[in-house]
């Protein structure tokens, strides 16, 4: 059984494996990306921040995937970004990458963001398409001082 829950410093590990995983797995560990970025070891103590919250998903016990949102610095006001939403392959196609990302627009909604933006690769075609249906748009440029300059793909959606 699947169980969402907000992150705990035990998780570090687990997410930082299964982060680095996946870009492996698409071919996108390069510099300029979550991969390459420190703190993905630690990202327990990166969502304490003001603004943030991260939740992990688990099932049986194991850690299969996560997703959260964060004000990175030089967005927008009132933006907050999509950030390391990642699901293990073994556990894609049974709607939860929607159950999270519906659970992060909602929230946002709810603690006063107006807009959510994020940046990815068009490697990531399946996580692309889900933003397009839940009504993300492409814009021409990053926003913000995320340090991800490998992404070249950005979006944004106005909650």
């Not at 709607?95 to 709810?110: A, D, N, S």
Request: aromatic share 16%.
């Amino acid at each position: 059984m699947y169980k969402v829950r907000p992150i705990e410093l035990q998780d570090n590990f687990a997410l930082a494996q299964l982060i680095r995983s996946v870009f492996i797995e698409f071919e996108i560990d390069k510099p300029g990306t979550v991969f390459t970025d420190p703190s993905t070891d630690n990202l327990y103590q990166l969502f304490l921040t003001k603004g943030a919250n991260y939740y992990v998903v688990t099932y049986e016990n194991e850690v299969v995937g996560g997703c959260g949102y964060f004000p990175t610095d030089g967005l927008p006001p009132f933006y907050a970004e999509l950030v390391k939403f990642y699901i293990s392959p073994a556990h894609r196609s049974n709607g939860l990458g929607h159950l999270l990302l519906e659970k992060i627009i909602e929230e946002t909604r709810v603690v006063g963001y107006q807009y959510l933006y994020l940046e990815t690769f068009p490697e990531l075609s399946r996580a692309l398409s889900i933003y397009l249906r839940k009504g993300f748009v492409h814009i021409d440029s990053p926003l913000g001082h995320s340090g991800h300059f490998a992404c070249t793909v950005w979006m944004k959606k106005k909650l």
